[in-house]
């Protein structure tokens, strides 16, 4: 029998404030000690009382907005009860019956079509704390207690770990571009529920929820695992399916259970008094839809419609910098396809030589613009461009400047072309004796010597041209 995958996630991510969710400690990423972010409040210690981070808020009123959910304009807090050591007050502040963000959907273009996933809900909490384990002690370090998280929970909708790390790659770059988390590793994390059904039935399969993952290739590898251990369970009846909460090991490649999985009752919901509702009213509402960037689907269609490739753009629109860097070099007047290249291909390809990556690249769209201005007017060929482009990477030089002093700057006009060609010619009987027994190496190579003593000037395709006539005539 045919097997149809069953998929729901629910996804953490760390939200990216100045502070903490109740009170003024700074984002864990600060610190450098354990216990480096920690006050009375988010230690738990008695008597304290939170203080809601408004900028938490409105970063879940644009997450619930980029993802199409219905903004819930009464929203309020309900304290989930459990001891565990990485949580000091032994519950956790979240929400559970007037979650901020409701009914989403995201469409996600797959290899087999457009496929649509449905937002059940976005909810803020806070984060638990971390426990070291050192010999015969265990440390616990709060920095990250209190650090504020959106859980954006989908419907049972994904088929394939496929569509799920889609998903999971077009969540990292809208929260991105919205400023809303860089979703760092161990910065976004996922809890994958999973269940098979026979393909065309409509009932749900027994489900596991596999715990806390962030990487990506894990996910896709326990989903494997998962579905498998599933269909086998069925099909054989290798073993009975429970309901359960499990666990991936990523040197064996498969899961493990952990708890059977609490129910709503274990937790002891109850709303949290220390926090007043939240009323969302329409100029706040207005006010935070004005400040969010252009949407994410938005921008691809733009940079498609420029004639930017899919993988371009699927680079760009994940480095919110690197894409900044475009649009400003496009306001200065550069073609966005063109522009695309230089960062993408050639700023790239000089960094990967020093062994960094377009993260470290930073230059200017003044300067990028310049040489790419430079350039397309034909004032320089793209081989000395890219000479101008290296020196303004490695020593940030003046683009138009540098030119004039290294000689890039002049028009060589043909004739001078062709005194090179005839000279290098001359100079090496043996490569145009090997280019005339098939070698077509050895034609580059003169090429090469030809460009090397024009040092960048002249136009490549030109001076092409004129070697292939004078080989031939040779
Ligand atoms: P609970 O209240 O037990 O946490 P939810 O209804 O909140 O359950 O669902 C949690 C997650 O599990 C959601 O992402 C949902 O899509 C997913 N899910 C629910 N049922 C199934 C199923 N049969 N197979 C796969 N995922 C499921
Ligand atoms: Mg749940
Ligand atoms: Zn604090």
């Known amino acids: ?41 988010c230690s738990g210690m008695p008597g304290m009382l939170p203080v809601m981070n408004k900028r938490v808020v409105e970063l879940a009123v644009t997450a619930g907005l980029m993802l199409n959910c219905n903004i819930n304009r009464y929203t309020t807090f309900d304290k989930k009860n459990y001891y565990y050591p990485d949580l000091p007050c032994a519950y956790q502040i979240t929400q559970l019956n007037h979650p901020i963000c409701t009914d989403g959907c995201v ?21 638990a704390g971390k426990l ?97 251990r599933h269909i086998d369970a069925i099909e054989f009846e290798t073993e009975e399916l429970v309901q359960e909460t499990r666990r991936f090991d990523d040197a064996s490649g ?26 969302i009213d329409d100029e706040w509402l207005e006010k935070i839809k004005s400040e969010m960037p252009e949407a994410v ?52 390809g000089v960094l990967r030589k020093d062994g960094k990556t377009l993260a470290d690249l930073t230059i200017t769209a003044e300067k990028l613009a310049a040489i790419i201005k430079m350039v397309a007017s034909g004032d320089i060929n793209r081989v000395a461009g890219k000479k101008v482009l290296i020196a303004v990477i490695e020593q940030d030089v003046d683009p138009v400047e540098f030119c004039k002093a290294q000689g890039l700057d002049r028009k060589v006009d043909t004739s001078a072309i062709e005194a090179i060609i005839a000279q290098k010619i001359a100079e090496n009987p043996q490569a145009v004796a090997d280019f005339k027994a098939g070698k077509e190496k050895a034609k580059q190579a ?25 080989l031939e005539n040779s």
């Open 1 to 41: 029998m045919n097997y149809e995958i069953v998929i729901g996630l629910e996804t953490h991510v760390e939200l990216e404030t100045k502070s903490k969710i109740f009170c003024s400690c700074g984002g864990h990423s600060e610190a450098n000690e354990p216990n480096d972010c920690v006050c009375p409040a």
């Open 107 to 127: 469409t996600l273009n797959t290899s087999k079509g457009k496929r649509d996933i449905r937002i059940k809900q976005i909810h803020m909490e806070e984060d």
């Open 132 to 228: 070291v384990h050192g010999g015969k002690s265990s440390f616990v370090d709060f920095n990250r207690t209190s650090v504020p998280l959106i859980e954006i929970v989908t419907q049972p909708d994904f088929h394939s770990a496929e569509e799920v790390v889609l998903y999971l790659n077009k969540l990292k770059s809208m929260f991105r571009s919205g400023g809303i988390s860089e979703c760092e590793e161990g910065a976004m994390r996922c809890d994958v529920n999973i269940s098979v059904r026979p393909e065309g039935s409509t009932e749900y399969g027994v489900r596991t929820e596999i715990k806390n993952m962030s990487s990506f290739e894990a996910i896709e590898k326990a989903i494997q695992y998962e579905a498998q």
């Open 254 to 279: 498969k899961t493990f259970a952990m708890r059977n999985k609490e129910t709503e009752a274990d937790y002891r919901y109850f709303p949290d008094a220390n926090l007043m509702p939240i009323v």
């Open 297 to 348: 689907d938005e921008k691809a269609e733009d940079y498609k419609q420029a004639g930017i490739s899919d993988k371009e753009i699927d680079m760009l629109i994940s480095n919110n910098k690197i894409s900044k860097l475009l649009d400003d070099t496009v306001a200065l007047g550069c073609n966005a396809k063109d522009a695309a290249t230089w960062i993408l291909t050639d700023c790239a």
């Open 446 to 470: 003169l090429f090469g010597a030809c460009m090397k003593e024009l040092k960048g000037a002249g136009d490549p395709a030109i001076i092409k041209e004129i070697l292939d006539k004078k």
